[in-house]
């Protein structure tokens, strides 16, 4: 994993990288002397983007997986279905606008961006917590394990798509 783009957000996609599995590179330019807002979230499109093409048609693929991820004081629950039908729950309050000099809305901004190009339901709780870096980084870390288990080869399905209708 390459990027130091945004400090903050550069260690989440150290974790969304090391814990899913996926390798990524990550070279951004933006107009981050307004603030981190555009690059946080084409981030999200464009990893979303890649990943939906890399899955291609799904076929072989476990397809849904959860994840309940404890950080510290924290505890937060993913749940993940590579569906195609893009969509997002996010519930998460962070009890600090910052961290650091990452404003904590862009985690719920990367995540829209990330799970509708991606193609992806995405669910994201955090049941309790009360250190905001913890927070965001149990909910990153949650969507890798989550990512993980979804795109993994299911070697019961054989090849085929892992819906009844028969595509994805």
Known sequence: MTSRLVGFFDHMLDQLSRHSLVDLTVRAEGDR??????????????????????????????RYADCLLPMDETLT??????????????????P??????????LVREFFQAFAGNAG???????????????????????VARALRGAVAIDPREGGRAPSTKGAL
Request: net charge negative; charged share 25%; with cysteine.
């Open 33 to 62: 002397h307004i603030d981190d807002h555009h690059t946080v979230e084409d981030v999200g499109i464009a990893l979303g983007q890649a990943l939906a093409k890399a899955l291609g048609d799904k076929r072989g693929l476990t």
């Open 96 to 105: 600090t606008e910052r961290i650091g000099a990452f404003d904590t809305a």
């Open 120 to 142: 992806f339901t995405l669910h994201i709780e955090t049941l309790y917590g009360v250190n905001s870096h913890h927070i965001a980084e149990s909910c990153f870390k949650g």
């Open 77 to 94: 629950r993913v749940a993940l279905d590579v569906s195609g039908r893009p969509f997002l729950v996010f519930k998460v309050e962070f």
